[in-house]
């Protein structure tokens, strides 16, 4: 597998496991050399998973909605 693609809460939860746990995603998938597409944000879930990718030198690839753009 070359890429993943996650789309999940732009809010951390209501539980400090959820972040826990996207961080150690984003930490497996840089040592597992597959990049992430996921929905663009750097709050929340989303921004957990690609904050700890980027912070490994890890591949992301944010994808945000035109819509959201303007």
């Known amino acids: 597998m070359k890429r993943i693609c996650v789309f999940c809460g732009s809010s951390p ?3 400090s496991k959820y972040t826990k746990s996207a961080r150690k995603l984003g930490e497996t998938l840089t040592e597992g050399d597959i990049t992430l597409v996921y929905g663009g944000s750097n709050i929340g879930l989303m921004g957990e998973i690609a904050n700890a ?5 890890g591949n992301v690839i944010g994808i945000i909605p035109q819509v959201l753009v303007e």
Do not use: E, L
């Not at 990718?53 to 030198?57: E, G, P, Q, T, V």
């Open 13 to 15: 939860g209501n539980n």
């Open 53 to 57: 990718m980027i912070r490994r030198d």
